[in-house]
């Protein structure tokens, strides 16, 4: 069997509040395959978004190990990290995260500043991922000129914008109504099938039910992990 | 990542806030301004100063008579003729740091020249005269050997006597009486401006020693050979202390003083005056220092006061940035040339504004200043230093945020 793209052991997360230590991640195990889409669900407080910074390589762990793409990446220091989430991760987040009054072009070529390449390459990849998500026509507009939809489309376009081997989605619809969360839903699966690998956290069931695979966490546990027949969020907006 | 891509995201950071970028450069602009303008206004003077002293002689030195005392009422220097001519001769001849000395008589009176009257002070000098104060003759000419030796009846004129007596005409070869003694004069001397006291210098009229003595001031100094002053210069870059001490020593020789006997004769000397002055001025430059790096202070807490707002507003953007890989380092330098810019574009138009302020100045008030390299490139650093210093803090702060946290920082 190939070599997952990810793949943890015993990974556990404390933190300490005062006197008290929580675990909020308890010795979690599990495998994801290149070209998968999961969803990862459980209440607040369950662990779920600890486990998503953790793939994120935005937090270190307590305890276990962690393999990205063959790579162990538990015991990386700051910078190294920050090397990883810049050339192997792109990240979408509830609240888009975009800088304002910077155009859509600036904001997806933002990683790539950061990998050291040259402005016309930075350009054109940048245009390459706009395009991508259907905002050919908007890449001057700054944040404020565009709709919610379209703002998280230009923060996929950013995720993908240095060919990530993983894409980490926080809630990327939480801040959407429901028909945007739908043609949100269907950009990311249309990006699963070309190939992309999506992990994506949600508490709402029909968020978690557009994707191929669900996690359910519980006080820092997995409590369930199953294949899920997804729904098609294309068919859904005909 | 570059830094002209690190340039660019900091203007854009101030382009976003742009009143706020103003006010926060204003701290930067004031101090900047305030350095260049108070060092030109400051410089200015201490050149004025300078140039009073100059046209005044630095390096010389003056020997009075001594004062006489009579019926108990001590009269002033130079009241009682000690010394003399030849003691002026002496001088200039075997003290080697001496340039120069020249014996004057010094005399005053009403001049006129045809229907034009002008009270003035005249001296009789000797050719040294010109030398040691560095007095040139700007129309006509000098005295000559043969008018100095026969009492020749001839006279130079300073510019504001001749602007009295002939206006704008050309006062050459016109007789004036001085003290009812017909005089030729026989050329017009360089303007010199006031003195440091304020004189006016150019009111002078110079002839002969041995004409004032024997024509003009009368028959009680006819037949003696002393004078009131003698004026002496140092040479330039000798020993001033040594060559009074000298000169002392030569005087009490010539007039015969035991030791322990007071000196009958004055010395002044000038660099004294040049020594208060040069030491004032240090103490004036010193509170121009002090005063504009308060300003640059305060300009520079301002920075950091904003760039420390700025690191909490953008709190969300610096996880971000984080997130898609910038590393600790990017942050810092980020916002440290944020800092910088801030203060560097406060400085430029710092220095323009204390280019223009000090140019302002001498229009309005009339005062002499005087804009230095020096000024503009202190001015310049001190405010790339002070964006530095002050944008570290903050872009320290900045890049020790943890990208998580910072995140999720609503």
């Known amino acids: ?150 703002q998280q489309r230009v923060a996929i376009a950013r995720a993908l914008v240095n060919d990530p081997q993983l894409v980490l989605a926080d809630e990327p619809t939480g801040a959407l109504d429901s028909r945007t969360s739908v043609e949100i839903m269907a950009l990311l699966q249309q990006l699963n099938r070309e190939g992309i690998t999506i992990v994506l956290v949600t508490h709402e069931h029909d968020v978690a039910h557009f994707a191929g695979r669900i996690i359910s966490f519980r006080d820092g546990k997995v409590i369930e992990d199953k294949p899920n027949a997804a729904n098609d969020a294309a068919a859904l907006l005909q | 990542m570059n830094f002209a891509a690190t340039l660019r995201i900091a203007l854009l950071a101030l382009r976003i806030n742009k009143m706020r970028s103003a006010l926060t450069m204003l701290g930067i602009i004031i101090g900047v301004a305030a350095v260049i303008i108070m060092i030109a206004v400051g410089g200015g003077a201490q050149a004025r100063v300078e140039e009073q002293i100059r046209s005044l002689g630095s390096n010389i030195i003056i020997v009075m008579s001594g004062s006489m005392t009579s019926g108990g009422a001590r009269g002033g220097a130079g ?62 000419r000098g005295f000559e050997q043969a008018e100095m030796n026969g009492a020749g009846k001839v006279v130079l004129i300073g510019q504001t006597v001749a602007k009295n007596l002939f ?49 003009v001031l009368g028959s009680a100094l006819a037949k003696s050979r002393s004078v009131g002053s003698i004026m002496v210069k140092v040479n330039q870059g000798a020993d001033m202390a040594s060559a009074d001490a000298r000169m002392r020593e030569l005087l009490r020789q010539r007039h015969r003083l035991q030791p322990g006997q007071d000196d009958d004769f004055f010395v002044r000397n000038l660099s004294e ?3 208060a002055q040069e030491a004032s001025s240090k103490v004036m430059a010193l509170l121009l220092a002090a005063v504009a790096s308060v300003s640059l202070l305060v300009g520079g807490i301002g920075i950091m006061n904003i760039m420390l707002v700025s690191v909490t507003e953008r709190t969300r953007e610096i996880g971000l940035r984080m997130a898609v890989g910038a590393r600790a380092n990017d942050i810092l330098t980020q916002f440290l040339v944020e800092a910088v810019t801030l203060s560097l574009i406060g400085g430029v138009i710092g220095i323009m504004l204390g280019i223009g302020g000090s140019m302002l100045i001498a229009q309005l008030a009339g005062w002499r200043t005087e804009l230095s390299a020096g ?36």
């Open chain 1, 1 to 150: 069997m190939a070599e997952a793209l990810i793949r943890v052991e015993q990974l556990a997360k404390e933190y300490r509040m005062g006197s008290n230590v929580v675990q909020a991640l308890c010795g979690v195990s599990l495998e994801i395959a290149a070209g998968e889409f999961v969803a990862v669900m459980g209440p607040s407080g369950s662990g779920k978004s600890t486990f998503m910074n953790l793939l994120g390589c935005l937090d270190h762990p307590s305890a276990g190990r962690y393999w990205l793409g063959g790579q162990e990446v538990s015991q990386l220091s700051g910078d190294e990290l920050a090397r990883v989430r810049n050339r192997k991760l792109g990240f979408v987040f509830q609240h888009f995260n975009l800088l304002a009054r910077t155009s859509a072009l600036d904001n997806v070529s933002l990683p790539l500043l950061y990998s050291g390449m040259s402005p016309p390459e930075r350009k054109r990849h940048a245009e390459q991922r706009l395009s991508q998500v259907g905002l050919a026509e908007r890449m001057d507009h700054h944040p404020a000129q565009l709709s919610g939809g379209q």
């Open chain 2, 79 to 140: 009241s009682q003729p000690t010394i003399s001519e030849d003691d002026g001769y002496a001088i200039g001849r075997e003290i080697e740091e001496i340039q120069a000395a020249a014996p004057t008589l010094r005399g005053s009176g009403q001049v006129v020249a045809g229907n034009a009257n002008w009270s003035t002070t005249f001296y009789g000098i000797t050719p040294d005269y010109l030398e040691v104060r560095e007095w040139a003759v700007v129309e006509g």
């Open chain 2, 167 to 215: 206006g704008e005409a050309s006062p050459l070869d016109q007789v004036i009486r001085v003290r009812k003694v017909p005089l030729t004069v026989i050329g017009v001397l360089d303007r010199k401006g006031q003195s440091m006291t304020g004189q006016d210098q150019d009111d002078i009229l110079l002839m002969p020693i041995a004409t004032a003595r024997k024509r």
């Open chain 2, 273 to 275: 005056i040049l020594q």
């Open chain 2, 375 to 410: 000024s503009i490139v202190l001015a310049a650093g001190f405010a790339g230093a002070v964006g530095i210093f002050f944008g570290y803090y903050p872009a320290k702060k900045a890049s020790r945020l943890l990208p998580i946290e910072a995140l999720r920082y609503e």
